[in-house]
């Protein structure tokens, strides 16, 4: 039987104790699988922790395993958009194949995903030149779309598909979901995307606050919920743990399954 909610302790980076979940001790597997790993060593990984990664709310490490969402989406069984919340858009095309960076791509590749959509990127690369490096080919194709803040860019640049102002971005997000048409959404959220009062992290800050994403009646669409930490030691336990139990408590309200 498939927890509805996990701790995936790949690196002691979450406090289970406060947190109160059932916990799976995949320490071992940390080191492995930090940054990027072969595909060999996915596959492996996928079969020994298949039923965990299918539970509906998922926590799970610390900076650099959020590309294992995209193994986490494989047995759900009908079509679905990808929501991901994010300060990188995580669609680059050049290996490694299963890495930090591209793993919008591999979630692409799964026929069930219709759609991906990542909101809040605050890095370079959805910018010229560093977007030529970018999943083009899906953007175009109108099955990738990314949304970067473009407060602090030139006002010709604001103009760039997707692009978003703190000031605007709700209602961008709402027009988003009236597309969906019902269709399920699976929501992911790097804590990266968090600006810098709010979260401290090991890859630069975002600049959402933590009321954009538990207060926004749109995350009331997800049918799943997964929760990656981007934050390094010393950010607060209380912070993190009070913002896991936010988004829980959200899931849970909505009755995600």
């Excluded at 989406?73 to 858009?89: A, K, M, Q, T, Y």
């Amino acid at each position: 039987m498939v927890a509805r909610a996990l701790h995936l302790n790949l690196d002691d980076a979450w406090p289970n104790e406060s947190l109160g979940l059932p916990l799976i001790d995949a320490r071992e597997w940390g080191p492995h699988l930090r940054f990027s790993a072969p595909p060999q060593l996915i596959e492996q990984f996928y079969r020994e922790h298949e039923v965990d990664l299918a539970a509906p709310f998922l926590l799970y490490g610390s900076g650099d395993f959020h590309y294992l969402t995209a193994l986490r989406l494989r047995p759900i069984g009908e079509p679905i958009v990808l929501v991901s919340f994010d300060n990188h858009p995580d669609w680059d095309v050049r290996p490694p194949k299963w890495g930090c960076g591209g793993w919008v791509s591999r979630a692409l590749e799964l026929p069930h995903v219709r759609r991906a959509s990542v909101w809040g990127c605050g890095n370079f690369e959805c910018w010229w030149p560093h977007q030529i490096f970018g999943n083009r080919r899906a953007e175009r194709a109108g099955i990738l779309e990314v949304h970067p803040w473009a407060d602090d860019r030139p006002v010709k640049d604001r103009q760039r598909k997707g692009a978003i102002l703190r000031e605007n971005w709700h209602e961008h997000f709402d027009r988003f979901l009236q597309i969906l048409d019902r269709m399920s959404v699976y929501v992911t959220i790097d804590l990266d995307c968090l600006c810098a009062e709010q979260a401290i992290t090991n890859w630069e800050s975002g600049r959402f606050v933590i009321t954009d994403l538990v207060q926004n009646p749109g995350m009331r669409v997800a049918s799943n919920a997964s929760l990656r930490n981007s934050i390094i030691r010393r950010f607060s336990y209380r912070r993190r743990t009070r913002f896991a139990r936010s988004i829980l408590k959200r899931c849970k309200i909505s009755g995600h399954h």
